[in-house]
């Protein structure tokens, strides 16, 4: 029983735990956080600067009612206009003569009616103060005599009437905030619970919705890490989520292509050491037990030794070459560079295949054949053209070799008469450890590596390059490269 207890306690607390790392979790606290402002904004507006909001916007009430009578002063319908506005716009409103006589509204005529006049220290403490060019108007705020009630007052001057000086005179109470304030609070309490539950709830929905997506995003990714490359990235309902989905999903198909690729290396470079290596020992003990004592058929069993180390050494410069090119350690010495002497120098390299293969190499050369570059990377692109052409040259023992000036740019093609490259494999011949698998003979060991890496030379030059090929006429591997101009 207590075990049991304890399990559905364990449980439980696995139930609700959560991770604050999440990004449910943080789209959750971030809506909580935007709801919790807007509701702190909403109670210092309504709370805590009511009073002089409230007090502003009658100071900007009376003050727009006061420009707009003295702009009516001096017309015949002044007056009507002052009792009218007095009544629509709740103001008491009157006019003062320099006197302190309050000339408007007049006093009902009778014997014992005497003029209104305003006190004389209020009179020299507000309207004595105005100046019709640097303070015309006036507007401030006191308490009625014998109670605590505000009024706001308003003063300006107005202009002369029979060579007296009248103000316009107004006031309006401002009434207590106090109690509106004590009820809005009760209100915003209510209305700030009830916001912040739905906020709760609302949220925890919507990061969720928002976080679905990345949720599983990152459980496919875990499959994708465990070896399952049938793994497929589901889209969202935002751009972003569709956009990162894609992007994965071509990373995957990218990495399941990398290693098949790989597996076809692997497969490749296993045969192409062991039929070497196979040979090198054969001959070895043929030399041993049979022709050490004849020197011509010793030296065509050591020729064949060499042979097959220099295909060793192939594979391994590959694979060196391969790594400088991926790690970025090689940088560019740009200098003048004959591509004719170059590969006159790279052909002989080929003497043996040659002789003993029976391949002819056409090198034909138009106008001037010198390129700014770095020759020892170019000798490698020139190198891995000719013996991918030899590779897949098929019965065909004809390579050609052009160089061409075209203008500001030199031309260099080396093409093989096989059986040329299907059109669907066209886009990845250039990739790592891609290689044509038809018609490859053996004459030169291949990685696969070859076209990548010249293709990584040939992008960190800047030149363009391609292939064009026909299916049972050949292929032709290129680039362009920018003519020298020094000699110019």
Partial sequence: MILEDKKKTESLGEKVHIDFKSIRFKYWMSFIGFASVLLLILWLLQIVFLSQFYESMKIREIEKIGDGLKQDYGSDHFHQTLLLTSFTKGVDISIV?????????????????????????????????????????????????????IQLSYISILGKDEGKLEYLYM?????????????????????????????????????????????????????????????????????????????????????????????????????DLKTPLTLIKSYGEMIRDISGDNPDLRRDHINTIIQEADNLTVLVNDLLDL?????????????????????????????????????????????????????????????NFISNAINYSGASREIQISI????????????????????????????????????????????GLGLFIVQSILKLHGFSYGVESTLGEGSTFYFLAPKNQEEE
């Fill in 404 to 447: 061409k000036e075209d203008k500001d740019q030199v031309y260099y093609g080396v093409r093989d008469y096989g059986e040329g490259i299907p059109e669907d494999q066209k886009n990845y011949i250039w990739d790592r450890y891609y290689r044509v698998k038809k018609n490859h003979t053996r004459g030169i060991v291949g990685t």
């Fill in 323 to 383: 790594s400088k090119v991926e790690s970025e350690l090689s940088h560019l010495q740009v200098l003048p560079v004959n591509l004719e002497t170059l590969t006159w120098a790279t052909l002989d390299r080929f003497k043996l295949i040659e002789q003993t293969r029976g391949f002819h190499f056409d090198l034909r050369v138009e106008g001037d054949s010198v390129i700014l570059a770095d020759e020892s990377k170019i000798r490698q692109v020139v190198y």
């Fill in 97 to 149: 003569d320099e006197d302190r006589y309050i000339t408007f509204p007049k006093p009902e005529a009778s014997l014992f009616s005497q003029p209104k006049t305003i006190p004389m220290d209020y009179f020299k403490m507000y309207f004595t103060k105005l100046d019709p060019k640097k303070k015309p108007s006036l507007v401030f705020t006191q308490a009625y005599q014998g109670s605590d009630e």
């Fill in 171 to 271: 006031t309006t109470p401002l009434e207590p905030v106090e109690s509106t304030v004590d009820i809005l609070k009760n209100q915003l309490v209510i209305i700030s619970g009830l916001s912040l539950i739905v906020a709760l709830v609302v949220s925890f929905f919507m990061s969720n919705h928002l976080a679905k997506p990345l949720v599983k995003m990152a459980k496919s990714a875990n499959k994708l890490a465990q070896g399952n490359f049938d793994v497929y990235f589901t889209k969202g309902d935002y751009t972003e989520a569709d956009e990162l989905a894609d992007t994965l999903n071509h990373a995957t198909e990218e990495l399941s292509k990398t290693l098949e690729m790989r597996k076809d290396l692997i497969a490749n470079v296993s045969h």
